[in-house]
Structure formats: structure tokens, C-alpha cells
């Protein structure tokens, strides 16, 4: 891959980064799913996703999911609906990077004599164990495409550890997997976490009565 494809991805990813920050995504889970058993990008991306955030298979004779673990992992939690959001600029590169751990697993594979089968992407094919390797090595290494996975696994996390595709309130609500593994606690009735405990046992500082209804500092 060259340099200004390089460069399209991470840019695309940051603001994909900076989207998820500000708010909630519209996403259309039915469809990301219907496409998953014939996508090899999806198939590909959602495995880097449960390897990195493992969960059980979803279905008998699940690829893309390992099964390495018992509970819901990123795919479950609805990573590939966070990146084939329109509102996102990075539905249009991720063949490009599927393809690019795609081209790893295939070096990864024939380094170690590990046959591929050609129906169903390289990446997916391997074990959860070599993809793990895999993986781990893409990371730290100062390689070329390390920023690349960097930034795809913060949107794996950021789909499974915050639900970031979503409003806090209505994902706990509507049961989201990630949040709901984690036990993140609800909100109050009215929409807002309050806490009775404080962080130290006791309250360290009275509120400013500057501050404005948001919180923010007058």
C-alpha cells in the first residue's frame, strides 16, 4: 500500500476517533449482518475486532468469532456497525485495510507452514492462538502500518467498552453487550449518574456557585 493510502486511513480513522467522541452514530445493524457470511472485508475486520476483544461464537460453525471466551465480545457489541456508519468517513477504506492483515496473515502463515483455505479470508482462517500472534506483533514494532492498528483498536474499544455508537442511557437500556458485560451502572430516573459514595469516602471540594447547570466553571 502506498504512502497517501496510508495516509487516507489514518486520516479517515482520527476523525472517525473524533465522531465517536462528540456523539451517537446512526447505524443499521440488520444490514451489517445479512452481509456478514459473504463480506470478506467485514468477516476479516470483525475478527481483528474479537481478537482483540474476544467473544463467544454467535452461531454454530462461527468463523469470524473464535469462541476463545464465554460472553460478548467487540463483534457482538456492534463494532462493524461503528465502522460502516455513514456518518463516518471510513466505510470506503476498509477494504483497503482488511486487505492490508489480510496480506499479514498470508506472510504470517507461510513463515510458519500453515496451510489457508481459500474460502474464507487469511486472517480469519487462522486460529485464534496465531491470530493473537499475529496481532500482537502488529502492535509495538515501530512498523509502517502500526498507527493504523493503533486507532482501529481504539474504535474496538470504543464500541464495546463505552458504547460509543450509541447514547449512554438508551444502550444500557436497550441492553448493549459491552456495557452490559462490563456492569456499568445505570442511570438514575431522571437520565443522570449521581453517585452516593465519593471517590476518597468524602467530599473533597463544595460545588462553585458560579457554575453553570452543565457543570462548567463560570
Known amino acids: 500500500m502506498s504512502t497517501p493510502n496510508r495516509r487516507a486511513i489514518l ?35 470483525g475478527a481483528f475486532a474479537d481478537t482483540l476483544i474476544p467473544g463467544e461464537h454467535r452461531f454454530s460453525g462461527d468463523q469470524v468469532c473464535a469462541g476463545a471466551v464465554t460472553g460478548p465480545g467487540a463483534v457482538q457489541a456492534g463494532v462493524i456497525d461503528v465502522m460502516n456508519s455513514p456518518q463516518l468517513p471510513l466505510a470506503p477504506l476498509l477494504p483497503e485495510i482488511a486487505a492490508l492483515l489480510d496480506a499479514r496473515a498470508i506472510s504470517y502463515a507461510a513463515v510458519r507452514l500453515i496451510w489457508l483455505s481459500p474460502s474464507r479470508p487469511p486472517f480469519v482462517d487462522l486460529s485464534f492462538s496465531h491470530r493473537t500472534n499475529l496481532v500482537a506483533g502488529l502492535f509495538g514494532s515501530g512498523d509502517l502500518d502500526e498507527p493504523v492498528w ?69
Open 11 to 45: 486520516k479517515a480513522l482520527t476523525a472517525s476517533v473524533a465522531v465517536l467522541a462528540a456523539g451517537e452514530l446512526t447505524v443499521t445493524p440488520a444490514a451489517a449482518a445479512a452481509q456478514a457470511s459473504e463480506n470478506w472485508t467485514t468477516q476479516t475486520l
Open 150 to 218: 493503533q486507532v482501529m483498536s481504539l474504535i474496538v474499544g470504543i464500541a464495546f467498552d463505552t458504547a460509543g455508537q450509541f447514547d449512554t442511557a438508551a444502550a444500557l437500556a436497550q441492553g448493549h453487550p459491552g456495557l452490559t458485560w462490563l456492569k456499568f451502572p445505570k442511570p438514575n430516573p431522571d437520565g443522570r449518574w449521581r453517585f452516593e459514595d465519593f471517590s476518597y469516602g468524602r467530599r473533597l471540594a463544595a460545588l462553585h456557585p458560579a457554575t453553570t447547570p452543565s457543570g462548567s466553571p463560570a
